[in-house]
């Protein structure tokens, strides 16, 4: 038997790459160079022999037959990359295949992998002090447009403007004078915009499975079929929130990536969740025979704030929904940032979200169907929807509720007292009890009313 190779790589810092800056023009134009990557920089070193496991999303795992194609992949790809996309640098490794058990060479890569990203390649962006710098990045610049100075990686950036190819593929056709090319033309009537962040349940072991049978045509068929189904996914949320654009204005949604089990987006506030409930049920219908589900996390963000934490922030709320759903069932996590200062979900929870040691407002995630008794999405909007209404009842429950809160962070006992006499008072008692109400079986207590009061802000507040 020929020897066979493992190959791995990842690349490194994918999200700092594309977000480094807030200008829609570049975000795009650097998610297409992170895809470039993955498929057509490595698409020269794959022969007619070699078993692609994956090439997409920032991930590239196949098997050579022989040490030589394998060698030169890892001698040469790193070149190339660091050349067409600077900026961008990867980590590589290789695992000797023998008569073993594939699933445990995989790991055994993984964990290689996992070793070289704390071994960085060296960047061929830094220069002399004295070079003339970009001011949006701080890398030394190669060329001057509009009167500001541009570094390399940005300038590939602006010159790999695939835009209307990723918002064809994401919306499924639209006209170019529709595409919003400045983050002003994507708010509505407040200046809330929303990072969507969406990732697929259980492909690793999919993936594992099928390399196992080392099924060229299997793998290929997986993998159009993973891309067909996050591509009508896209379609299928695109469509749930179409209705509510503005005829004369540019569509409020930008695509980042769509690549794989992966989707993360930039949109309008008010659309964000209709739209990724949609899109999550859609891929896991599409993806039901291999029993694929996705979770997503959403940052409500102010469109002044750095996009690059606004995505930290999403990547999070999804992790923090696999997580809880045991990355099982399809769900999702939001949050709306109310401070201006970058912090981590964890210091988020700890400062705003934990008002005493009895207490949190954490209630998610919320679920795409039914599960164990947990909230479906759709139960949290019937409620925000019954506080939306400008009657006096809606607004007594509003204004209740948000003294509740306060009494919850400062006077436990007071806040418990309050809630009973509420209950007394109010025409819509139901409300306000399933929104103060702990979540079954959770310690410590954790209640919906603040996730409620966020997307009644988010979907109503006009400051515009």
């Known amino acids: 038997m020929a020897e066979q190779y493992l190959y791995g790589a990842s690349v490194q810092g994918i999200q700092k790459f594309i977000f480094q800056t807030n200008e829609l023009r570049d975000i795009v134009g650097a998610s297409e160079l992170v895809q470039e990557v993955c498929t057509k920089m490595f698409k020269e070193f794959v022969t007619d022999k070699t078993i692609v496991i994956v090439m997409a999303a920032g991930n590239i795992k196949c098997i050579f037959d022989n040490r030589e194609d394998c060698e030169r992949a890892v001698l040469e790809f790193p070149r190339k990359v660091l050349t067409e996309a600077p900026g961008i640098t990867i980590s590589q490794a290789v695992v000797k295949l023998e008569n073993c058990n594939l699933n445990e060479k995989m790991q055994e890569l993984e964990d290689h992998l996992r070793a070289q990203r704390n071994r960085p390649m060296a960047s061929i962006t830094t220069g002399l002090m004295a070079i003339e710098r970009s001011r949006k990045t701080g890398l030394p610049a190669v060329s001057k447009e509009d009167g500001d100075f541009i570094d390399a990686g940005t300038k590939k950036k602006k010159d790999n403007q695939n835009t209307r190819e990723l918002c064809k593929k994401s919306f499924g056709g639209v006209k170019d004078k529709k595409i919003a090319y400045d983050i002003s033309e994507m708010t509505g009537k407040n200046d809330w915009i929303a990072i969507i962040h969406a990732d697929g349940n259980g492909l690793g072991n999919v993936v594992r499975g099928l390399a196992q049978r080392k099924d060229q045509k299997e793998l290929k068929d997986f993998s159009e079929k993973l891309d067909a189904a996050s591509e009508e996914a896209a379609h299928a949320a695109y469509k749930a929130v179409e209705e509510t654009f503005s005829k004369d204005k540019p569509i409020p949604l930008r695509p980042v990536v769509l690549s794989g089990d992966d989707m993360t987006i930039i949109c309008r506030a008010d659309l964000a969740i209709d739209y990724t409930k949609a899109f999550i049920e859609k891929f896991e219908d599409k993806m039901k025979d291999e029993k694929l589900t996705a979770c997503a996390g959403i940052a409500f963000i102010k469109s002044s704030y750095p996009f690059y934490y ?155």
């Not at 909007?381 to 007594?396: F, P």
């Not at 509720?401 to 806040?415: F, K, S, V």
């Not at 007394?424 to 996730?451: H, I, R």
Request: proline letters at 4%.
């Open 310 to 464: 606004g995505y930290e922030l999403a990547e999070a709320l999804c992790g923090e929904a696999k997580k809880a759903s045991g990355r099982k069932a399809s769900c999702l996590m939001f949050h709306k940032v109310q401070s201006s200062f970058v912090e981590d979900f964890e210091e988020i929870k700890r400062k705003e979200l934990t008002p005493n040691n009895n207490a949190s407002f954490v209630y998610g995630p919320y679920y795409i169907k039914e599960h164990d008794g947990d909230w479906k999405i759709d139960t949290l909007l019937e409620k925000v929807d019954d506080l939306s209404s400008e009657n006096r009842e809606g607004n007594a429950v509003k204004s209740d509720l948000r003294r509740w809160m306060t009494l919850l962070h400062d006077n436990p006992e007071q806040a418990k007292q309050f809630a009973e006499r509420a209950m007394q008072v109010l025409a819509k008692k139901g409300l306000f009890k399933e929104l103060t109400e702990p979540k079954p079986g959770k310690s410590p207590n954790c209640y919906a009313a603040y996730d409620a009061l966020s997307l009644v802000s988010i979907f109503n507040q006009e400051t515009k």
